[in-house]
């Protein structure tokens, strides 16, 4: 801690407020399929196909479970077995853009860091969805020491499950952090989306026809907060996480703006679904392919 910073204020009070910033969370992100669990609830079971975060980062046959339901769903899916380190890197990519989600969401939703424990988060191996049952959270006086502590609290949470990862992907600490930096500024942006559609599906009569022009002219007004929290989040220089959300704009020949960003490193969805172009954010999609694609 830096001299003179005042110690971080950590509520373990009951969990109301996490648990309402969560219950908005799972309404506003449709792709965040998550169980909320009350405090006196049991623990998921292994028994049932759950594992926690602790279990995937330290025990082999958890994290074996687990990547073979991820493998067993994408071959359902995509009619093919995908090769193991893209299983696996498929399999990270989802419990870490969640973990940032969970994390960063109440953060921009209500100014608090959950803080998250690896045995406070379960993995369901066969369909992988997530169970968490809410905790304490931290709060800040300054908005530079808030960003400190939920960077600090996503590494936190990450860097065992990332280590245990590591020879599953074949991948190297850069990579893996940089796919944590990916993710981060992902789900922020992701919810700020998700925020601009709720408020122009609730809007009504004069409000929602402004609102819908508001969209048209590119200054959606809740994705523009996000991107821009997105990137004082991550300016870069914050390692272990390598990188910086480098969010800019492209502009379409129709005079509207586009938020685009390039990811660090490849998420590998075109390994599982070869006929899917690449995404967007993709370090292998051009900015003439992103503006044809807007």
Known sequence: MVPGTPPPVLSRRRPFALTGDYERLRGLCPAL??????????????????????????????????????????TAEHGRAPRPHVTASRLLHHYVWSVCLLIAGPWHLGRRVPALGLADLWLHAPTGELALRPGGHVTRPGEDELRAELRSAVVGHLEPVLAA??????????????????????????????????????????????????????????????????????????????????????RTPDGRDHHTRT??????????????????TCPRTGDEERLRRF
């Open 33 to 74: 399929r998550l169980r909320l669990l009350d405090p006196a609830a049991p623990d998921p079971s292994a028994a049932d196909g759950w594992y926690s975060g602790a279990q995937l980062a330290t025990h082999e046959g958890a994290l074996a479970a687990a990547l073979a339901g991820e493998e067993s769903r994408i």
């Open 165 to 250: 990862f590591a020879g599953p992907t074949r991948r190297r600490d850069r990579a893996l952090w940089g796919m944590v930096t990916d993710d981060l500024a992902s789900a922020v942006w992701y919810l700020g989306r998700m925020l601009d559609t709720r408020s122009r599906v609730t809007e009504a009569g004069e409000a929602r026809e402004a609102a819908r022009r508001t969209v048209v002219e590119g200054q959606a007004v809740a994705e523009d907060a996000a991107v821009a929290a997105a990137g004082a989040l991550l300016p870069g220089g914050t390692l272990p996480l390598p990188g910086a959300a480098d969010f800019r704009r492209l």
């Open 263 to 280: 990811r660090l490193g490849c998420c590998l969805y075109y390994a599982v679904k070869p006929e899917a172009l690449a995404c967007l």
